[in-house]
């Protein structure tokens, strides 16, 4: 499986590719990646992007099926109530008032992609986010649609 990279950069990072877009949020609506917004307030502006080089296609295709993986609204729901720290499958389907079994297989999804990981504790599993770029993407979707 390829990693996500260095989370400790912004967006979604791909190693030993430098990253193309910073964003001072909000962001506006999205515009064709050729336009420089960089001389507007409150916008995002694109770093050089006639310098990037390509994506392997093994990365855009391993970032496609993480970011399909989390197009669900429960799963995203899922990876927002573990921001706060792990949680077992039963404090899960609470708060999420979903069947253990619903909850259970979205989990599953998101472990075979990377995206939280579970520590057992005898029978018990306590679910985690492994990766922080779900972290970085639930923050997109807050600051670009909170009111």
Known sequence: MIGWGNMSQANIPVPGLPLPLVHHYP?????????????????????????????????????AGALRTLSHPDRLRIVEALEKGPLEVTELTTRLRRPQATVSQHLMRLRAHGLVAAEREGRVARYRVAHAGCLTILGCIRSHFAK
Do not use: Q, V, Y
């Not at 506006?28 to 994506?55: C, E, G, I, Q, V």
């Open 27 to 63: 962001l506006p609506p999205p515009l064709p990646l050729f336009f420089s917004l960089a001389s507007r307030p409150n916008t995002f502006k694109l770093l050089n992007m006639s310098k990037a080089r390509p994506l392997d296609p093994k990365i855009l295709r391993h970032c």
